[in-house]
């Protein structure tokens, strides 16, 4: 599966332990993420991530574009819960694409905990024939 990773900055710590516990599951599938996120979560874990532009200089975006096109099919998204930061529109665009395009979007820690165990029992297998193209599924494919 093609699995995105974000996560606010007080967040990243957060997000960093739950791939950590979640590391044998992660490792399994294509990572991608916005950039200091991946970093700080491959540097914690181990894992192979694809590192987009950081969240505020468009990697946001870069994730909005691949989710426009179909091509994620499992998003964590670690969001900041202080009252005073506004939701941006490349936020908003994250909500409504997953939406559109019926991707699993965890946003807290519980959500994504079913996610994971979700994801590791085979519940998103329905994804293959969404998103047939991905590099996850073409691998599956090819091993058949």
């Known amino acids: ?12 710590e957060l997000l960093a332990q739950f791939c950590i516990a979640y590391c044998g599951i992660l490792s399994r599938h294509h990572i991608c993420a916005t950039h200091t996120t991946g970093s700080y979560v491959a540097d914690a874990t181990g ?3 694809e590192n987009y532009m950081p969240g505020s200089g ?20 670690f969001r900041s819960t ?13 909500f409504r694409l997953c939406d559109v395009n019926n991707i699993p979007l965890a ?4 959500t994504a905990e079913v ?3 979700a994801l590791e029992a085979g519940s998103f297998d329905w994804r293959e024939f969404i998103n047939p193209r991905s590099a996850y599924n073409q691998r599956k494919k090819a091993l058949k």
Not at 1 to 12: G, P, W
Not at 82 to 94: R, S, V, W
Not at 107 to 110: F, L, R, V
């Open 1 to 12: 599966m093609e699995i995105a990773l974000i996560a606010d900055d007080n967040k990243k």
């Open 47 to 49: 894992l192979e991530i």
């Open 58 to 77: 468009g990697g946001l975006e870069q994730i909005n574009a691949r989710i426009s096109y179909n091509e994620i099919d499992l998003v964590f998204y």
């Open 82 to 94: 202080n009252i005073a930061k506004e939701t941006t529109e490349a936020e908003q665009d994250l």
């Open 107 to 110: 946003t807290n820690i519980a």
């Open 115 to 117: 996610l994971i165990m």
